[in-house]
């Protein structure tokens, strides 16, 4: 990936902030853009807020809540951390107050760690190692993903990475709907929920922010924001930021660059058209998940080898055991990656009565994760898988390798993939009088992602990569010249969608809703597997799913205080790339998809200092996609949790006891069970291994604490502020059959500022902000990186059932950030 990107980035955050003002307007004086009465505003929509479940309510709806909406904002309602919520099913919202207060690189999964329902964890405070979340018991490859109302999940494996997206300083609000999506999502993978996220608006004032932040483990921030202000109708920004930190535990640093732009082009009252940017570049190396007896021999605080074994001196079996070793040097274990997202949202209102809202959208993105294999070296013209005619281990010569005498190196294992994605969504509002709203349109895609493993060489004297991006410096074979590769497959994945809402309010205590979508998915490709050695082998796919999926929501307003809400919804997910490979490449065809029915029964209530909310639900979840394993030919195979039966109560509540002073506190229990036992592949009976059958009837899914805890006491009075944050966690199964458990675990953090008075006309709004996390240095596994069916540690419990290791991700100690910022007009 070349550095040339990131100055395309930055001259297309540019040219949004400049170009488009330029080609709009000859104007240039400021307008005041903004509506005054608000009947003439637009309705709600992804460019101006994530919480979009309103934007099909009817005139009435919206006059039945302006009550509450205006009362809600004079509201404590949690320091930001609950928002007034009008849907006929479970909603939560973390408004700009919270996200203000947050630590200063924090990516949405940290944000969104206090609300019901969700379980969120991350390996770094930071924000610049991704992060870990599930929601209700559905993971995170289960839940849909957009920012400003485009999809940002992989569109092969569901995974989303929260580096990759945005700075604290640019996000306005995010939402959760914790188990059924609106219908208009553009979600092809949301089995369990939809979480999504809106940039601010550019500010009609121009001028520059800036911020500044260090830490320990020498983090450093540093975030530079330019606001052009009205140049006639358009207003837009463009930022910057680069952030560094070394790793709190073992070797390396963290690296992260970005660059997130918006403009606003706001033709009349009714009609506007934004257009954003999200790219980040980063060049981090890799946190360690551990299993409980690593983290028994090794402590708390290791991660991968810090020191490399030069090999040029070693022969035969001491070699190979020092060039294994050398496989989990720590500098081998990357995580390269570059990606931009660029979209739009159009709103026209092309009649009295119809509103368009259209949102294209590109997403791009290159990178991987590293790791260490291990060569032999041969002076054979054959091309045989991991050999090769390179003197591996730096001794001055290629020496043939056998099975008595081995012969090579370690080798920089480098798993890429490369995705281009662009899409469409476009729906429209119609208004039936007061009473009635009708909402349809469509979303289309088609992406194409490749992926492959390579090997690239290693510094013998080092241990670093040649080219960490693997482009360069890479394994090859002696004839033809081709790049050795465990695998390379290309998928194409076609979506199609069509949906309608409607919505109607007979009176001003009823609202029904009712709706259906039609999803039709189309993935074709190929692949193969050691492409161009002597043992290739190739398959090629062309699968297709579809479903009707229906929703249905009532909510009765008792009076302007109190509202009650039952809603259900069918979601369905289609099976990952990676499912319809390995179904080809073993020859059968089981991807069935994921599917639920998710059920929200709730209350919320609005009053003058306390706001609270409860929910009970309960999902019926189908064929959850798993990867067995074959033991006769060691090969990976697709399998399904035929069935789950979740179910669980979400509450949460916020005090205003004083002028100043604010109590938050959240609730989730949950149940997420397994129904029915796991194929877990083929038993070898004659040599007695294999996964086979596993009675994981009635266990608990792994990763998922039945209960968690969140308490807030917060104090504002607009000059400082500060707040103490506390978080209980339950324990933890590491594997689905319930053999290994880790602790549960409570956390408190910390956070404190300081607004100063503007210190002239053109430095204004100073302020420094200081954020402790984990306060009392409290050491835990924090969430499970990798379940096995069965754990290591059930040996001699099961008799005859193939068992793995459950590896888990480690709760950072105590950490400080120091911010100051300042903004100059």
Known sequence: MKRTHLSAAIAVACYMSMGIAVA????????????????????????????????????????????????????????????????????????????????????????????PGVNAATDDVTGLANGHYSMRGYDSSDIGMTVNGAPITDTGSYSVYATEYGDSENMGDITVLQGIPDIDMPDSGAS?????????????????????????????????????????????????????????????????????????????DNNSISASLQYSRQSNLEYDSLSKAQALQYGYFYNYNTEWIPLNNLKGAALKSAATTDENFYALHTNPYSSYMYSMDGEFKVSDTIHLSVIPYYWWGDGGGGGGGLAQESDSPINKYLYANIDLNGNGSVTNSTKANFSGGTVYSYSSALTYRPGVLAKFNEDFGMDNSLEYGFWYERSRKSQAESYGLVDPETG???????????????????????????????????????????????????????????????????????????????????????????????DEHNQFYIGSGKTFRVPSNTAAILDALAGVNNGAPEMSWNTDLGWRYYGDAISASADLYHSNYFNKQEVGYN?????????????????????????????????????????????????????DSNNGNGPGIYPTDGKTMPDTPRNIGNLSLSYDNSRYWASLNARATSSLYGDYMNTETVGGFTTFNFSAGYRFDDWSSFLTKPYLKLNVGNLLDHHAFSYVSSAPVLSSSAVGKELNLYNSTAYYGLLQPRSYMLTFGVSFR
């Open 631 to 683: 033991p006769v030919n060691n090969a990976e195979i697709y399998t399904t949790i035929p069935h789950m039966d979740m179910q669980g109560f979400n509450g949460e509540i916020s005090w205003k006891f004083a002028q100043n002073f604010t109590v938050y506190s959240s609730y989730t229990y949950t149940q997420a069970k397994i129904r029915g036992d796991l194929d877990g592949g083929p038993y």
């Open 24 to 115: 709009q307007t000859a104007n240039d004086q400021p307008q005041n853009t903004q509506s005054s009465t608000p009947a003439s505003q637009q309705r709600v929509n992804p460019s101006s807020t994530s919480n979009t479940t309103t934007s099909n309510d009817t005139r009435r709806d919206v006059q039945q809540m302006s009550t509450v909406t205006v009362q809600g904002q004079s509201l404590s309602l949690g320091g930001g951390l609950m928002s007034v919520q009008t849907a006929p099913k479970a909603v939560s919202t973390i408004t700009r107050e919270a996200i203000e207060k947050a630590s200063p690189g924090a990516n949405f999964t940290q944000m969104i760690g206090s609300i």
């Open 464 to 558: 670093i990569p040649g080219d960490v991006w693997g482009n360069n410096s890479l394994l090859t074979y002696p004839t033809g010249g081709a790049v050795q590769k465990f695998y390379d497959e290309y998928t194409t994945t076609e979506l199609k969608k069509g949906f309608v809402t409607d919505n109607w309010t007979p009176n001003d205590y009823w609202t029904f809703v009712g709706g259906v979508s039609y999803l039709y998915a189309t993935r074709t490709g190929f692949s193969y597997d050691y492409p161009g050695s002597t043992t290739q082998t190739f398959a090629n796919f062309n699968n297709n799913w579809h479903k009707f999926l229906p929703m249905a929501g009532i909510k009765f307003q008792l």
């Open 192 to 268: 369990g929920g939809h979480i999504g996220w809106a940039t601010i608006d550019p500010p009609h004032q121009g001028g520059v922010d800036f911020t500044q932040s260090i830490g320990n483990d020498d983090y450093r921030r540093t975030f530079v924001r330019l606001n052009t202000g009205d140049l006639g109708p358009v207003r837009s920004w463009v930022s910057f930021s680069n952030n560094t930190a070394d790793m709190w535990r073992g070797a390396g640093d963290l690296r992260v660059a970005k660059v997130d732009g918006k403009s606003v082009w706001t033709i009349d």
